[in-house]
């Protein structure tokens, strides 16, 4: 019998788990590092279980408690049907594992279970629909073929805009020497990481951005108005395909939500996390590859 119900949100930069009783009640929390499953199978379970056990240890439960744990994963790129089905042969000592992907677990618990609509802008961006029992995606294919508007792709460019400066094509960037100066303005430096660079390692420069914008350099407002851009391309055709009320989540759009305050967003109502336990709980939502 499930005695503890688990959520897990798992992304290219964290992964987070919380731990409820039958009644509800909030008993621990953990993180460890990203689970998105293209950075690999057996690294994204090791997360999935590091972040389960640490949200364990903060509930001060016993690791032999975790077969009366009924979990749900909603993690990034679970949409791929051979990355789903691989991550569910992995062995796990629980009572029931559901996967989902982070989206839909946004999504559950934006709307508390009922149908509706979101937007995730952190490390990768994905859109979701949720209608009339049928969930769509938008975009979310993974950097870099997709996933506009996200801190990776920010990243990206504000390390492509940074290069054009050094060379003189742009003019000088308060941006562009603190990321150089990062890397010790040695370009050998840049293209051996770039060739060994995850959507997270871009990412990492995201808040720069930012931070610079803040600053008022003019190639960082410039990247921001790009991103927003990337946004607003998803929001509006995400409500061309029918949804109403739109949930913004992730680090970068709820940090541009000010310029996207013209279209229908609406505050979620919980988290992924409980949204990843409201999946574990029903066998009635739809399952991304039956």
């Known amino acids: 019998m499930v005695e503890y119900w688990v959520g897990v949100d798992g992304g290219g930069t964290h992964t987070r788990a919380r731990i409820r009783d039958r009644a509800g009640k909030l008993l621990g929390e953990g993180y460890a590092a990203g689970s998105n499953l293209e950075l690999g199978i057996d690294f994204a379970h090791a997360n999935v279980l590091a972040a389960i056990g640490s949200a364990r240890i903060s509930a001060g439960i016993g690791s032999e408690c975790e077969q009366q744990m009924g979990v749900g994963l909603a993690l990034a790129s679970a949409e791929l049907a051979d990355r789903y089905h691989a991550m569910l042969d992995m062995p796990f000592p629980f009572a029931s594992v559901r996967l989902t992907s982070d989206a839909f677990g946004a999504c559950l618990g934006a709307f508390g279970g009922d149908e509706g609509a979101i937007l995730i ?4 961006s994905v859109g979701l629909i949720y209608q009339q029992g049928k969930i769509r ?21 504000a390390v492509q805009q940074s290069l054009l400066c050094h ?3 742009l003019p000088p960037s308060l941006l562009a020497i603190r990321l150089l100066d990062h890397f010790k303005r040695d370009q050998t430096h840049i293209i051996h990481w770039a060739s060994r660079a995850i959507p997270a390692d871009y990412g990492y420069f995201a808040p720069w ?47 541009l939500a000010p310029r996207l305050a013209h279209f229908p967003l609406v505050t979620p109502r919980a988290d992924a996390l409980d949204g990843a336990i409201l999946f574990a709980q029903s066998e009635d939502l739809p399952c991304l590859h039956p």
């Not at 995606?137 to 460019?157: E, K, M, N």
């Open 137 to 157: 995606t938008c975009s979310g294919r993974g950097f870099p073929i997709s996933d506009v508007g996200s801190g990776a792709w920010l990243g990206l460019r």
């Open 209 to 255: 951005v930012f931070d610079a914008a803040n600053d008022g350099d003019e190639l960082a407002c410039n990247l921001l108005d790009e991103t927003s851009a990337q946004l607003s391309q998803l929001l509006d055709g995400m409500l061309r395909l029918g949804a109403q009320n739109i949930a913004l989540f992730g680090g970068i759009g709820t940090r």
């Open 121 to 124: 802008a952190g490390t990768g």
């Open 167 to 169: 060379d003189g094509i």
